[in-house]
């Protein structure tokens, strides 16, 4: 009860910094007119966005880690609110975030206006630091390093843990990149799988790791402040990239990374549906699986609004972590 209690608070207190925090970069943000460039094949309902303030993850991101280092630092004079072993998370947060910060702004005041870093460039730079962080949580991080869902029985991968931790922290990247495409749904998504994630960290002992997802949950709250519909700000690749990688993170420290389809279920199916619209085209050369993918946008072109397709999508996503959680626990 009292880690609970505990895990409750932070989550309290990276809200309330992120909510405090986000007035002045909103206006920050105008002064240097980061404002989001609109894809062109994107829904037409989505043209009246152009311009919104993007690059929001500096919301949350500066939180965290304020509150995250803070906190280590209290340690010093022997209260453990939060360890070194969150150093590992909160490092890949920032270097996706700073990668992420490099895409927007590239795609907004760069050389590449509209387009962003080239996709090769981006995709390699996220698999350098992916490697980096797999070695790290297999040599150093004392992680199980696999748990079978409903059983509880630990399994050691050896040498295909490096690479299959770093095409899970790359690819939940990229999944929760191409899930934030609507007003509020990636914060609302990633909220709800850092919830779940804290929860069973919490259950296995893992209490510093806990703590830590709880404070993301907060300060993700706060940046949804500003970013349910009608959205004043985007979290762009600067937050999108950041919190999907470091759902990968945590999901490998926990050892129930295989649990991700189901607690991360939207944006597995979002960046399940681009690779098999892309596929589909290919093979039937020109045909579509879908009106549009990502999914969120088949359904906002069936007919949906877009605030439905969140709402629902987000309903869909906490039962599916509630499921998640329920199998870490058997």
Known sequence: MKETSLALALSGLGFILAVIWGAPLLRILRHFKLGKMIRVEGPDSHVTKMGTPTMGGIMFIIPVAIVSVLLNAVSLLGIDVLGSSILLPLIVMIAFGVLGAIDDWEGIRGPRRGLGMRARTKFLLQIILAIIAAFILKNYA???????PG????????????PLATFVIVAMSNAVNLTDGLDGLAGLIAATAFAAYGGIALMQGNLFLGRFCFTIVGALFG??????HPAMLFMGDTGS???GALLGVVSLMTGQWLLLPLIAIIPISNIASDVLQVAYFKLTHGKRLFRMAPLHHHFELI???ETQVVQRFWLISLLAAMFG???AMA
């Open 325 to 327: 959680i329920a199998l």
């Open 241 to 243: 990239l950041s919190i």
């Open 151 to 162: 059983s509880g029985a630990v399994f050691n991968l050896g040498i295909w843990y490096i």
């Open 303 to 305: 007919g949906w609004s």
């Open 142 to 148: 004392n992680v199980p390093q696999m748990y079978w």
């Open 223 to 228: 940046f949804l402040w500003f970013n349910v």
